[in-house]
C-alpha cells in the first residue's frame, strides 16, 4: 500500500514539468490527485497519464492567480472525495528581465501566480484541514531565492515564499498540518528550455555549463523534486515543519 493512500492531493501547474512529474508521484503513492492547470487539456495529459498506471485523478482549468476560480475549484474538489489532505503549490512562470527594463507586469504576473498564488491556494485548503486535524502542504521556493541575476521579480516571491512557508507552519501546526517549502536548483523542463532560447542558447549547452557548476555534476529531473515532495506529504516527515529543502544537487 502507498504511504499516502486514501488521501486527496491538490497540485497546481501540473499539467506539465515537475508539477507533472508530482502529481504522478503522488498517485503512485495511492493518492487521489486534482491536476490544476491555467488549461484544461494540459491539465487532462496529466490527469490521463495518472489512470493509465491505475492511479486516481481528475483535471481542472483553475488560474491560481484568481481567488473565485480557486475557491470553486477547491470545493468542487472536497465534494468529489470528502476533503483535501494534501496541497503542493508548484504553479509558476518568469518574466525575466534586468531591473531597468522590468515592466509592471513582469514584476505583478509573477508575484500574481507565485504569491497570491500560493495564498489563495493556501487559504482555500486549509479550511478542509483543519477540521480533520491533518494536513501538508508544499511550496515551492527556488535557489533564485537567494539573488539571481535577471530574476528581480521571480527571485522576491521566490523568497518571499519561504516567508509565507514558516508562518503557515507557526499558524497551522497547532492543526497538525505540515508546512514545508522545496527550493529546487537547475530543473530541466519547459520553464529552463525557454530560459535557454531567450538568452539565446542551445539548451544542451546551458544544462552542461550548469551542470558544471553543480557538485553532483547534473542538472536535475522533475523527478528529483517529485520524489522529495512525496516525502514531505507522508508521515515519514511528520515532525518536519517550516522548513526550506534545497534540492540542487549541493550545498
Ligand atoms: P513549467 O513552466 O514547465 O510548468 C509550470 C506550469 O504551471 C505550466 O503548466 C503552466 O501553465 C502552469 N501555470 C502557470 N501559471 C499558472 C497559473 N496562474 N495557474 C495555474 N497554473 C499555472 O515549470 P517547471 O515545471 O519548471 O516549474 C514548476 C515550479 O518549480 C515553478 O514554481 C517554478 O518556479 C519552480 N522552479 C523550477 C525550476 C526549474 O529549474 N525548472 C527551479 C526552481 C523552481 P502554462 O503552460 O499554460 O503556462
Known amino acids: 500500500m502507498g504511504k499516502l493512500q486514501g488521501r486527496v492531493a491538490v497540485v497546481t501547474g501540473a499539467g506539465r514539468g515537475i ?13 487521489s490527485v486534482a491536476v490544476l492547470d491555467l488549461r484544461e487539456e494540459d491539465a487532462e495529459t496529466t490527469r490521463n497519464l495518472i489512470r493509465e ?31 483535501i489532505a494534501i496541497l503542493v503549490n508548484n504553479a509558476g512562470i518568469t518574466r525575466d528581465n534586468l531591473l531597468f527594463k522590468m515592466s509592471d ?8 501566480t507565485h504569491l497570491k498564488g500560493s495564498f489563495l491556494c493556501a487559504q482555500a485548503a486549509q479550511k478542509y484541514m483543519v477540521p480533520v486535524r491533518w494536513g501538508k502542504i508544499v511550496n515551492t521556493s527556488s535557489t533564485s531565492a537567494l539573488g539571481n541575476r535577471g530574476q528581480a521579480n521571480y527571485s522576491t516571491a521566490k523568497a518571499g515564499l519561504q516567508g509565507f512557508t514558516k508562518t503557515l507552519a507557526i499558524e497551522l501546526g497547532p492543526y497538525n498540518i505540515n508546512v514545508n517549502a522545496v527550493a529546487p536548483g ?17 539548451f544542451e549547452q546551458l ?10 555534476r547534473r542538472v536535475g529531473t522533475p523527478q528529483d523534486i517529485a520524489n522529495v515532495v512525496a516525502f514531505l ?8 515543519s517550516g522548513q526550506v529543502l534545497y534540492v540542487r544537487g549541493g550545498p
Open 19 to 31: 508539477g507533472q512529474a508530482e502529481a504522478l508521484r503522488l498517485a503512485k503513492e495511492g493518492a
Open 233 to 240: 506529504c507522508s508521515d515519514d516527515a511528520a515532525f518536519i
Open 207 to 216: 544544462k552542461k555549463m550548469a551542470s558544471q557548476e553543480i557538485p553532483l
Open 186 to 202: 537547475f530543473i530541466e523542463t519547459e520553464m529552463t528550455r525557454q530560459t535557454a532560447e531567450r538568452i539565446g542558447m542551445d
Open 53 to 83: 498506471t491505475g492511479g486516481t485523478a481528475e483535471a481542472f482549468a483553475c488560474d491560481v492567480s484568481q481567488r473565485d476560480q480557486v475557491v470553486a475549484t477547491f470545493q468542487q474538489i472536497a465534494d468529489l472525495w470528502q476533503g
Open 105 to 112: 507586469q513582469d514584476w505583478d504576473a509573477v508575484m500574481n
